[in-house]
């Protein structure tokens, strides 16, 4: 078993309170250095960070190196995530394509199926309100990892609650309450009631990719072999990579 341990004392707290105080969570499969440069940037700007600028630095997170070898070699590897690895597929070109409201309402179904499913495949709550049955699901995963003592256990811990954070007063929150301006709500789009205006920015890709990643993580935790970084490039990401290179160049619409 890898995962990535922190060493700095301090550094880790700085990148959860920066990311909780935007709206977000320390993701997994963390580039330290980027997560460094977001947080600095974010804790810099004392309370005054902009969405567009949130959107900016998410940037420098999820580039297409990044998303191919994660697609892949980690979204298609991954038990139950892997039923959804071509929606994944497409939703992350679609995104490098610039179609971004499709890229978002394509992975939002994604969430909610795996997340039931982990839950169904744990023999726990999996029907009903879906934000219930993400709070039982990533409460588990806490209390697994603590059980069996993985990793860093408090990095684990603090990055599950974050995402918890997230899903439950943002993501699956009622759309009429949602307290951000970049309306990354699964209700508001999937249900039809967030317009084109509404949404359909980069920033509304990379905190949904975050999500899968989330699911990606519990998933990972009942394998043999669980990471903390992206995996290793091959031959195939990189190609995959380089194709969304080119799709940033095209102007589809």
């Not at 070699?73 to 597929?89: E, F, G, H, S």
């Not at 409460?139 to 408090?154: L, P, S, Y």
Request: net charge neutral; glycine share 8%.
């Amino acid at each position: 078993m890898e995962y990535t341990v922190h060493k700095k004392v301090g550094r880790y707290d700085d990148i959860v309170r920066a990311m909780r105080s935007v709206g977000w969570f320390m993701p997994p499969y963390g580039n330290q250095g980027r997560l460094d440069i977001v947080s600095r940037e974010i804790n810099n700007a004392n309370g005054q960070f902009e969405e567009f600028e949130i959107e900016r630095v998410l940037g420098f997170f999820y580039t297409p190196d990044r998303l191919a070898s994660m697609a892949i070699n980690m979204y298609a590897q991954i038990p139950v995530v892997d039923l959804y690895k071509r929606t994944i597929a497409e939703s992350i070109a679609a995104h490098f394509s610039g179609l971004h409201h499709v890229a978002v309402a394509g992975l939002m179904p994604v969430i909610e199926g795996a997340g039931r499913e982990l839950a169904r495949t744990k023999n726990l709550r999996h029907e009903g309100s879906v934000k219930a049955v993400f709070i039982e699901l990533i409460t588990n995963a806490k209390e697994d990892a603590w059980a069996r003592k993985i990793g860093n256990t408090k990095e684990i811990d603090d990055m599950l609650t974050g995402a918890l954070d997230f899903l439950t007063k943002y993501f699956f929150e009622n759309s009429a309450l949602y307290p951000l301006l970049d309306k990354t709500n699964r209700h508001g789009v999937l249900h039809g009631a967030y317009r084109d205006s509404d949404y359909g920015r980069p920033l509304n890709f990379y905190k949904t990719i975050g999500a899968v990643d989330i699911l990606t993580f519990i998933s990972m935790l009942q394998t043999n072999k669980m990471i903390g970084f992206v995996p290793e490039h091959t031959t195939d990401s990189k190609a995959l990579a380089e194709r969304y290179c080119e799709l940033k160049t095209f102007k589809i619409l």
